[in-house]
């Protein structure tokens, strides 16, 4: 076979293959830009959505945040202007008892009776008061100055230390409280703060020991309901679920028309009697 003919197979075998496989690789290879353009546009689209999708989570976390800070704004402001309108209840205690008290002040205030301390350097280590006429007479001032203040105005610090959130001085004061007036009718209320002290402080074994010598000592007094809702309440969060729905059954059983047995209701459900 002659040279002419050889190359004129080869260029016929080289044209058949180009037909054969030029097909399928050949058509990519020619659409293969438009095809890169557009995925292109594909991932364009994309990251516009996305970035958009960011820019809503943004917003959305920024509303979220100014609202939880306006939220905690008020109830700061809340919790203070409770706290001022006790001291305000406070205050008006307080003037009141120096109202009724006025006439015994303004009587050793004045100035004909006024007393001066001389130190008696002789006779006694005691001070002498010299009245104003020229009288003198042994210094018991000291001793009453030095008097333990009433139950009324021991209660009534105690409270004030308790809504200030001063509890371990609020405990304090209370234990000072009932070593002076241990048979006192305000002991009910002293042990009562007592319990709720010792429940801000997550002690609540020693909150459930006051709440039970309250019930011992005043079975039927007037805080009572709220004791044993108090109890109630201790007990689910101690995991006892047993003891707080039987303690939320006698709330409910002895007062049932008190706001702790409805509360009691609303948290432990109805009482079996009264189903």
Same mark, same amino acid.
């Given at each position: 076979?002659?040279?002419?003919?050889?190359?004129?197979?080869?260029?016929?075998?080289?044209?058949?293959?180009?037909?054969?496989?030029?097909?399928?690789?050949?058509?990519?290879?020619?659409?293969?830009?438009?095809?890169?353009?557009?995925i292109d546009s594909k991932m364009d689209s994309l990251l516009e959505e996305n970035a958009l999708l960011q820019?809503?989570?943004?917003?959305?976390?920024?509303?979220?945040?100014?609202?939880?800070?306006?939220?905690?704004?008020?109830?700061?402001?809340?919790?203070?202007?409770?706290?001022e309108i006790k001291d305000q209840i406070n205050a008006l205690y307080v003037l009141l008892e120096e109202e009724?008290?006025?006439?015994?002040?303004?009587?050793?205030?004045?100035?004909?009776?006024?007393?001066?301390?001389?130190?008696?350097?002789?006779?006694?280590?005691?001070?002498?008061?010299?009245?104003?006429?020229?009288?003198?007479?042994?210094?018991?001032?000291?001793?009453?100055?030095?008097?333990?203040?009433?139950?009324?105005?021991?209660?009534?610090?105690?409270?004030?230390?308790?809504?200030?959130?001063?509890?371990?001085? +609020? !405990?304090? /004061?209370?234990?000072?409280? #009932?070593?002076? $007036? &241990?048979?006192?009718?305000? =002991?009910?209320? %002293?042990?009562?703060?007592?319990?709720?002290?010792?429940?801000?402080?997550?002690?609540?074994?020693? +909150? !459930?020991? /006051?709440?039970?010598?309250? #019930?011992?000592? $005043? &079975?039927?007094?007037?805080? =009572?309901?709220? %004791?044993?809702?108090?109890?109630?309440?201790?007990?689910?969060?101690?995991?006892?679920?047993?003891? +707080?729905?039987?303690?939320?059954?006698?709330?409910?059983?002895? $007062? &049932?028309?008190?706001?702790?047995?409805?509360?009691?209701?609303?948290?432990?459900?109805?009482?079996?009697?009264?189903?």
């Amino acid at each position: 076979m002659n040279r002419p003919v050889i190359r004129l197979l080869i260029v016929v075998s080289v044209f058949a293959a180009t037909l054969v496989f030029g097909g399928c690789w050949g058509r990519n290879f020619w659409n293969a830009p438009e095809a890169t353009l557009a995925i292109d546009s594909k991932m364009d689209s994309l990251l516009e959505e996305n970035a958009l999708l960011q820019r809503r989570i943004y917003h959305l976390e920024t509303m979220l945040e100014g609202q939880q800070e306006q939220l905690r704004r008020s109830g700061a402001r809340s919790s203070m202007d409770l706290e001022e309108i006790k001291d305000q209840i406070n205050a008006l205690y307080v003037l009141l008892e120096e109202e009724q008290q006025a006439p015994v002040q303004r009587s050793v205030r004045h100035p004909s009776t006024q007393t001066r301390v001389i130190p008696d350097t002789v006779s006694s280590p005691d001070p002498l008061l010299v009245t104003g006429d020229g009288a003198v007479s042994s210094s018991d001032s000291a001793a009453a100055a030095a008097a333990v203040p009433t139950p009324e105005e021991m209660y009534r610090q105690i409270y004030l230390d308790f809504s200030r959130m001063e509890y371990e001085i +609020a !405990l304090e /004061e209370s234990e000072e409280f #009932l070593r002076e $007036y &241990p048979g006192d009718p305000m =002991t009910e209320d %002293v042990r009562y703060v007592r319990g709720e002290c010792y429940l801000e402080l997550d002690k609540d074994h020693d +909150a !459930l020991r /006051e709440f039970s010598t309250i #019930l011992q000592d $005043y &079975p039927r007094g007037k805080k =009572t309901p709220a %004791v044993l809702l108090r109890m109630a309440i201790t007990y689910d969060r101690t995991g006892d679920s047993e003891l +707080a729905r039987g303690v939320a059954d006698r709330l409910i059983r002895e $007062y &049932p028309d008190s706001e702790e047995a409805a509360e009691a209701r609303e948290r432990f459900g109805d009482s079996p009697d009264e189903q």
